[in-house]
């Protein structure tokens, strides 16, 4: 299923010496301008999207998508509007000229650019400037090859450069099916994550293989270094190509990923296929590990935020206390890309109560406090928190509140400096819905 995730609460961290803003919050839906009503009998605004329901545990096979076609462009548009956290406030250019490069890349890539293919004149009101985008769309793409596979490479170029132009981590066209194999690997580059640090440098390299996943299957080891994906290099005049790394990080199930791979570790160099199934992988053991060390420390990992992993966590660590006291926790998120921001609010509940960590905020910046989960028993337990460059999103909120109230210790290296979420995904009309 194909789906657009979009943020919907902007966060504003509450420190001391540190203010950050990111699109993390509640804001009500883009209201209509007076633009909203033209029609021209073909180019009516599309169905608006549909949150997405709840997956079921254990999804069937899912039905192969629909096709991408320009009225799925137009429900993403629209649903940006009505539901991103900047819609009120955003300009319709910001979305169609960046769709419009990406149809115009896409063709360059394959050969087919055309002399005439030119971006129409955008007036700034909303409804009038998609009828316009929709129409030149369709007067370039009808002058193709009739082929599905180039259809549909040149609608989803489109509409992920129109996400994309959000440059929002959490706003994304997810265009696998729904419960659907991923690729299951981490990357990173010299400098941390590829997705966090925007003067990437090479070589680009495999930090992790989730057990199971298709990477895995194929032999994909960690500390590869990535040399092409799909026979393409990920840097490209020393710039990490986004377009190149999307192939793995947003695959689409049915179009194997060929990987081009050296291996430090015995200096070979092989290829790897990597096919993606429509099944998802065997669930495999949690990811929180909750142990003594000499006896009285605990030491707890979390990899990631979830309500009932932070909550499983925290018991583990009463447990462990009601048989031998304890003298403090040592809390490892390192590699924790966040999560749930209520897992966050009961995580931080069990140290701090009666607090004010951050707030939620509109696209206007009209704030609402943001509070630990007081309902939580406080743990009373000296904290020291582990973090890396990996540490992002729910998890640089945590340890930014431990470092801002003074409630615990944190050791190690930077965090990834960006906190974004929660996103809520909509439905669109190329996935259908899943199999309930």
């Known amino acids: 299923m194909r789906n657009l995730r979009l943020q919907t609460r902007p966060f504003a961290f509450a420190t001391v010496a540190l203010v950050l803003l990111a699109a993390f919050g509640y804001c009500p839906p883009a209201k209509a301008t007076d633009d909203d009503s033209l029609t021209d009998g073909s180019s009516d605004r599309p169905p608006p999207c549909q949150p997405r329901p709840p997956i ?10 629909s096709p991408t076609t320009i009225d799925t462009i137009g429900q993403a548009y629209y649903c ?12 319709d250019r910001a979305l169609l000229l960046p769709a419009f490069a990406g149809l115009t890349q896409e063709l360059q890539r394959r050969g087919l650019d055309q002399p005439t293919a030119t971006p129409p004149a955008l007036t700034g009101q909303r409804h009038r400037d998609w009828v316009a985008f929709r129409q030149v769309y369709l007067r370039i793409t009808q002058s193709l090859p009739a082929d599905p596979a180039l259809a549909q490479a040149v609608a989803g170029a489109t ?22 194999d991923q690729v299951g690997i981490n990357l990173s580059i010299a400098r941390g994550p590829v997705n966090l640090d925007p003067a990437a440098v090479p070589p680009l390299f495999v930090i992790k293989v989730t057990a199971s996943s298709a990477a895995e299957n194929a032999g994909v080891q960690v500390g590869d270094e990535i040399l092409a994906i799909n026979g393409v290099p990920p840097f490209v005049n020393g710039v990490l190509s986004k377009g190149v790394i999307a192939w793995i990080t947003n695959p689409t199930v049915g179009e194997p990923i060929s990987l081009l791979l050296h291996r430090p570790i015995t200096g070979t160099t092989l290829t790897v296929n990597i096919a993606l199934s429509n099944r998802p992988p065997p669930a495999g053991p949690g990811g929180n590990v909750v ?17 009932d992993p932070v909550n499983t966590l925290l018991q583990a660590v009463r447990d462990l ?6 003298r403090g926790l040592i809390l490892d998120m390192r590699g924790n890309g966040g999560g749930d921001t209520d897992a966050g609010a009961k995580l931080l509940g069990a140290f701090v109560h009666n607090a004010t960590t951050g707030y939620w905020c509109d696209a206007r910046h009209h704030c609402t406090a943001n509070r630990p989960d007081d309902s939580v028993p406080l ?12 540490c992002a999103s729910a998890c640089d909120a945590f340890s930014s509140a431990v470092k801002d109230l003074k409630f615990g210790t944190l ?3 930077r965090t990834a400096g960006e906190v974004s979420g929660p996103a809520d995904s909509y439905m669109l009309d190329d996935g259908g819905r899943p199999n309930h």
């Open 56 to 65: 079921p545990p254990d999804p069937p096979i899912v039905v192969p998508p």
């Open 80 to 91: 940006i509007f009505d539901n991103y956290v900047q819609g009120p406030i955003l300009s």
């Open 159 to 180: 509409l992920q450069a129109m996400v994309d132009a959000l440059a929002d981590d959490h706003a994304r066209w997810e265009n696998t099916r729904s419960g659907g």
């Open 291 to 307: 142990k003594r060390l000499n006896n009285d420390i605990a030491y707890a990992v979390l990899g990631g935020f979830a309500v």
């Open 321 to 326: 206390g009601s048989t031998t006291p304890l």
């Open 379 to 390: 743990l009373n337990l000296p904290l020291v928190v582990l973090i890396d460059r990996r």
């Open 411 to 413: 050791v190690g290296t």
